[in-house]
Structures are given as C-alpha cells and as structure tokens.
C-alpha cells in the first residue's frame, strides 16, 4: 500500500515543481531579471537547489534564504539576499510561509517594495470570487477583463498587502495557481497609501506550460468613451503609444485641477488641409491645444512646438514566419557559393580544355569525324564530375607533352570540381540563419507585405516626404509604389493588429506593426514552435515621442515643465512599465534542417542524366 502511495508521488512531484520553475523563471526572464532572491519555508525549502540548476539553464543567478527560523536569526541573510546589487531583482515567496507577514513588513519598513525588486508571491488559493462560470462561455479568454472580481479579503496575502506602505513605483505581482500547469497573474499597486490611495488588484494575464506568458487585451468598446485610453488596459483601437501619452498628460490634470476636451482623429502627420483629420492639423489651425505624442520631425517645427521631454516611445518592425520553401535570398541556392565572374572562368577553362584536346587529337592524326569532337566535350565533364569517359580504341600517346597536357587538363578539372564541392559545404555550415536583413530583401522575397490598420499607416502611404527609416528611402518608395499598385487593383493592404497577426501566423506576410502592440497578440496566439520560427525586421527604429501644443501656445513652458517634474519624481518611468509589454522570445531551439531546396538544380540534371543514360543504352541494345 506504502509503494503505491510513493510511487505516483514520485512521478508527480517533478512534473509539479517542474511547471513552477518553467513558470517563475520565464516571468523573470520576460521582466529582463538576471538575480532572484528565493525565499523558501518548510514546505519547499528542499527544492531552492533544484530551482537554481534550472535557472542557471536559462542565465539567471540565484540565491536563497530559509525563513523557518525566528526572525531575528535571518534577518541578515535576508537583507543580504534582498540586496539590490543588480539593477533589478527578483524575488519569490508563499503566503504559505509562517513568517510570510514579518517578511512583507520588514521588506514595507526599509523601502524594498520598488521598481528595483520585483516581487512575485506563489499563492495557492482563490484571489477573487468570480461572478460568472467560465464553463458556460467558450470566450473567457477573449472577455477576461469582462469579470466583475470580488477581492477575497480573508486571503492572507491580500489583508497583509493592503496594510504595507506600497510606494508608486512598487512591483508586487500575485499568482494564482488555476491548476498543475496555468498560473493567473495580478498586478497589487497603491498610488499613494499615506494619501489615501486607493488599492488595487488587477489581472494582467496568465502562463501555461503550452503558451508560457501571455499577455491579455480587452474588448472594443462599441462608442469612444475617454477610459479607452485612461484605463489600465487600452481599446484594440487606441495605440500603446497614444494610450501611454494619454496617462501621462492626465496625471496633470489631477494636480492642476484641469481637463481635456477630446478630438478623435485618424491619422497623426497630415497634409496641413483643413478638411483633413490629422492631429498636425489640428494643431496647426488650432483646433485643439495638445496631443498626446508625435514624432519630433524638423521640417513641421514652423508649423506647431514640441513639450519636453519625451512622453513615449515608437518602435515598428516587420513580423514575419521564416519561410522554410520557396525562392528568396534568403534561402540556399545552387548558384550561390561561387560569384558570377567566377563561374564565368569555369565555362572558360572548361572551353579551353575541349580545344586543347581537340587539338591533340588533330595532331596524332586521327580520323576527324563526329565521335573526335564529342571525345574531347564529354571527356572534360567526366573529369568535372570525377568520371572516366573511355575510347574504345586503344590508342598510344607519341609524346610526353601530350601526356601532359591530359595530367594538366584533369588535375584542373578535378580542383575546380574540389573548389565548388568545399565551397558549397563550407557556405551551408557557415552561413548565417536564413533572415531579411534589410527592406530590399524583404521585397525580393515571396512574403506578402501588410501593414497595421493605424494612422501612421495612411500617412506614409499619402505622404511622399513621411518615410518611418530615412536611411531606406529608396525602398520604402518602392515598397510605397507596389502597395499602391495593389490598392488600385483592389487589394487590401492594411489589416487590424489581430488579423495581421494571424496572418504571420499561417505564413506567406510580412506585417507591419507597432511593437508593443504586436508583442501582446503575439504572446496571446503563438506557441513555441511558431514563436522560434519567428522573425522581423526593424523599421522604425525606437524614436522618442513628445506631446506637441500649437505653435507659440502659452501652455508650452507649462507642459514642458509639468512632464519634467513627473519625469524627476518616476511617474513616467511608472507609467511606462504599467502599459509596455515585453518581447517574446523563443524559449528553446528548434532544428531547422538545410535548406537545400535551392539546390534543385543539381538533383533535376542528375535525375535527367539517369534518364538519359537509360534512354541511350536502350537505343543502343535495340
């Protein structure tokens, strides 16, 4: 009875604790931590060895502290562990843990709930109470942040978070273990708990051992309604960046008691036509006081003023599946190995090898018919091949010259069939990976190009002098003339961040999109084969984005130096780690095998020579 109780004990302990691992260390991993502090009790404490080997495999460093003892006796490992010597670090914990609630007061009392430590609390038990059944509904995935949560506050972990002096800055985030393999994720913050902040616990997404951490988005809402881009998480339609610049500029409105009237436009850069929607436009006839976020480009400086500093980022890239068929550059090739001009000198030298043995035969006075001329074409390519083409007469060489000029003939086609042979192998091991490296190879490659459904977007396909890379404006202009191409022709080449992604997905595009919000579906639709087997291409280059008021406003100075004071007191750096997401990588390695369907060309001209061979000793039989 004892054995049949151990036994499936044993099998299952590893796989329990092995998804824990997989879990907290690709969290970290995401949040760009190389240092956790582990943090274990008498439930777990025989496992902090097994966690460190596993985190080693993934480059992160660990170290380990026991709180079963009194707390007096580990005060100081502690504060040695808990010691920011990186520039962030992690640390894990359980509600489980008897001194769990010394620990958070002491980590409250010296300040350690900040940006530099990244809490991550292992707990077990329900957080919320929810108010649907997730049963009834095959959508609660898409309508997560549809829940109505009721905070569970006999939850240890929630009473004893609600009382600790949580900074602005701080990083707590709860895990909630749904089963063996998925873990859901909430983010605990307080703006302020000695001015009566309010505390908040929100979901921000979940991991499972399939997708690992997946970043969750929210429904459209049917009618604009400004928490489209003052809530914590932004509408499909509302940009990451417009959504971050939007929350900074409303953080002053709670200090200088002030609001905003807001104007919805469809694209940032216009043609200055007052006709057009266009935030430039808007700002250059003055319609409206500020936006958001634009780009800093000096040749519109006459037309509206920038506030510093800087309010948000940009970043774009082409997201495309590596392509393991088709014709591209960036697949192996027959050809490749050897440059054109040197192919050249193959022809040559094997031309001149057929004179010289032409020639010799014209020399040794044989019979010049037609079987003289194809001795001398065939006997080269059986050299170039490492063949033996054989004469069936036995003739004598009357010469040492002769004799030398066939050695010189077939060491030189056997070096040139050496030369190719080596240069091809030597190029398939030490090629780099099959990848566009730059937007004229994305156009020669098979990749269809499809661009975010954003108003960026529309104002480089409209605009001749709005380019996103200006040191590719050669390719972008022709990328802009295909697409326009295709737009007469009645094809469609923008698509919203969900379609576009797909279409990534399945292969065959390239999609054009806004990091952020790319990262977020992808996280949400890709699993680890498709994430390893994916790629981009960056466009955009990561830009600085300014809050841009009317040109000579009077609201200038103070914008200007409203942002640096959020600037000095974190509030930006806040903002931006509560809205950006984080890029995901592949977590493994997949075997990708040569891609040696470029070389078709070799095997078609061996298949046909089979054939042929076949064909001619049947004529000659028959």
Known sequence: MLFNIILPLIYTLPLIFGNWNNFAIDYFKGRRVAFVCLLTCENDAWYHHKFAKYASTRNVAVSSCNIDRQFTKYSKNLHLCLKQTAPSIGVVISPKCSEFENIMYYASENVLFDSKHKWLIIEDNDIFQKSFNANESEDFIENVYNETHFINMNEV????????????????????????????????????????????????????????????????????????????????????????GAMVLHQLTGVHNFRYNYTVVDRWVGDYVKEHKAATNALYFREQDIT?????????????????????????????????????????????????????????????????????????????????????????????????????????????????????????????????????????????????????????????????????????????????????????????????NMIKKGKTVDASIKVG???????????????????????????????CDLDSLLSFEHVPLYSCVQKNSPY??????????????????????????????????????????????????????VILGVLIMLVERY
């Open 501 to 531: 992604i797909e279409l990534v997905r399945k292969g065959g595009y390239a999609y054009h999109a806004e990091t952020n919000a790319a990262n977020e579906r992808i996280s949400r639709t890709f699993d680890q084969r498709e994430l």
């Open 556 to 609: 200038k100075e103070f914008f200007s130096w409203s942002l640096a004071r959020l600037l000095e007191r974190g509030v930006l750096n806040c903002v931006h780690e509560r809205t950006w997401t984080r890029e995901l990588k592949c977590g493994g390695s997949s075997p990708r095998a040569l891609a040696l369907g470029g070389a078709a060309p070799a095997f078609i001209v061996l298949a046909a020579g």
């Open 157 to 244: 972990s929630i009473t004893i978070l609600n009382n600790l002096n949580l900074s602005v800055d701080a990083d707590i985030t709860l895990s909630e273990k749904l089963d063996e393999t998925c873990y859901k994720l909430y983010e605990v913050y307080n703006f302020g708990k000695t001015r009566n902040g309010t505390f908040v616990v929100e979901s921000i997404g979940d991991w499972n051992i399939h997708r690992v951490y997946l970043l969750q988005m929210t429904p459209i809402p049917t009618v604009f309604d400004p928490e489209m881009v003052l809530g914590r998480v932004a509408d499909h339609r509302v940009s990451k960046i417009t959504h971050t």
């Open 292 to 484: 958001p976020v634009l780009r800093m480009l000096p040749h519109h400086f006459k037309r509206y003023d920038v506030a510093a500093p800087a309010v948000s980022f940009i970043e774009t890239r082409y997201y495309y599946r590596i392509p393991s068929q088709g014709v591209g550059k960036f697949e192996n090739q027959f050809l490749r190995p050897l440059s054109p001009g040197t192919w050249w000198c193959v022809g040559g030298m094997c031309a001149l090898c057929c004179v010289v043995l032409l020639l010799s035969a014209i020399v040794e006075h044989r019979p010049m018919n037609v079987y003289y001329w194809y001795y001398s074409v065939f006997s080269v390519l059986a050299l170039i091949c490492q063949q033996f083409f054989e004469e069936f007469e036995d003739l004598r060489r009357i010469s040492e010259a002769r004799k030398m000029t066939i050695l010189v003939t077939g060491l030189a086609c056997l070096l040139l069939y050496n030369y190719y042979t080596s240069s091809v192998v030597s190029w398939l091991l030490n090629g780099p990976p099959p990848s566009i490296n730059s937007l004229w190879e994305l156009l020669d490659s098979p990749l269809t190009p499809v661009f975010e459904d954003v108003g960026y977007t529309y104002s480089w396909l409209q605009l001749p002098d709005y380019y996103f890379n200006r040191k590719a404006e050669k390719a972008e202009d022709e990328l802009k003339r295909r697409l326009n």
